[in-house]
């Protein structure tokens, strides 16, 4: 291992060593977030976090946030809605610069609230209009469940079949991933059937990252709409919904965004969709305009942006987590989060190409092997073992996610993980894998 000539915070060769790992921590500049993080206690191992792809760790912040929410209440009971120093009525609204910096969004595209899955539904009441022929929905095979149901649910609310009208783009033979231009080919080859295509961002399974610009672009062509979940993409890959053109798009705060279980979640709807009044939703009090929301009117008047598709007033301390969350990523500053991210995924592919040299047991890693096909996650085949290799994780400290019959998913996430995790993840592999 040595440093790079030229630039010497970049360490070019390699090890599999902790010297080398600490060597590469001592140059990371976003070292010293760890610390505004609580890790694990339970076991008597120091824990190797990789699951901030399902639940991101507390930030030591978010019990202050929470708490000054709660001195609020107890202070004001129902005046904190306008007298707090944060009052609660436009509370959502502190989010609406720091959310549409993250997803590349304008403030009108964006809001937060509901959980996920919810507004999944909510988003397709606006933007899943069948008729006729043109009444099938494109995703991807294998989605997470609770998309499959609500896809799955959503045909059945339209009175539609579908074991028919889900058309589900697999891998081809022998392969893990989904190419982009199967995608595309698929959109084209049903171009007067589809009538939206909804694909998660980043799979969940495999950590692929989906060309969205393409598929965007694919489906606008044929007049399809076309929407994104975001679960594994929000807080982990670069995005620009609004240049992307997607129509709509929603992700949950509790993975990468680090906002505690069940936590709020965020969705965008395109500026040329928010003010549209013809496009059908749902509606609730906190849609409607502003100026005279208290007024009670009896007919809905939506507000002109994504905001109109709010059902009810803000969950303010699950709020409170997100926003104590969210000031840690603007410190930070995503670019940086991201050049990191990148590094701390190679290093660990590294460091998996490494211990394939010295165990008999073949490793082999499905997440595409180009940076900008993955996030921080990568999904590892451990051909030949069992859930007694993940047991063995488990037990010297590896907090990580098994699939079977034999996928592990391990993700190391830039503000609190470091190279020294990977470096140990990797000798706890290898040891296993020697028994
Ligand atoms: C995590 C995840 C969900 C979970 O949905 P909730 O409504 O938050 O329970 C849904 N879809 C995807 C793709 C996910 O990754």
Known sequence: MHFNQNNSNIVTNWEFSLDCAKKLDQNDKLSHFRDKFHFPTFSDKRPIYFTGNSLGLQPKLTRTYINRELDEWAKWGVDGHTRAERPWMP??????????????????EVAVTHSLTTNLHLLMVSFFNPKGKRCKILCEKKAFP????????????????????????????????IRNEDIISII??????????????VNYFTGQVFDMQKISNAGHKIGANVGFDLAHAAGNISLKLNEWNVDFATWCSYKYLNSGPGGVSGYFIHERH??????????????????????????????????SWQLSNAPVISMAAHLASLEIFDEAGFENLRAKSIE???????????????????????????????????????????????NQL?????ISDWREPNVIRVAPVPLY????????????LKQALKI
């Not at 660990?348 to 499905?366: G, Y």
């Not at 488990?394 to 590896?398: L, Q, S, Y």
Request: aromatic share 10%.
């Open 91 to 108: 509370y959502h609204e502190l989010f609406t610069d720091k959310i549409a910096r993250l997803v590349g969004a304008k403030h009108s």
């Open 394 to 398: 488990t037990a010297e400290g590896v």
């Open 188 to 201: 084209e080859d049903h171009e007067d059937e589809i009538a939206m295509i909804m694909i998660g961002g």
């Open 146 to 177: 609770s998309d499959q149901y609500a896809l799955q649910s959503q045909l059945q609310f339209h009175g539609l079949n579908p074991k028919e009208n889900l058309i589900e783009v697999e891998p081809r033979d022998g392969e893990h991933t």
């Open 274 to 307: 928010v003010s549209n009044e013809d496009i059908p939703r749902f509606a609730g009090w906190w849609g409607h305009n502003k100026e005279d929301r208290f007024k009670m009117p009896d007919t809905f008047s939506p507000i002109p942006t994504a905001e």
């Open 417 to 428: 993980n470091s190279f020294e995790d990977v470096y140990r993840f990797g000798e706890v």
């Open 344 to 390: 701390l995924t190679n290093f660990l592919a590294f460091v998996i190409d490494e211990i394939n040299k010295e165990v008999s047991i073949n490793l082999e890693v499905i997440t595409p092997k180009e940076e900008n096909d993955r996030g921080c996650q990568l999904s590892i085949v451990a051909h030949g073992a069992e859930r007694k290799l993940f």
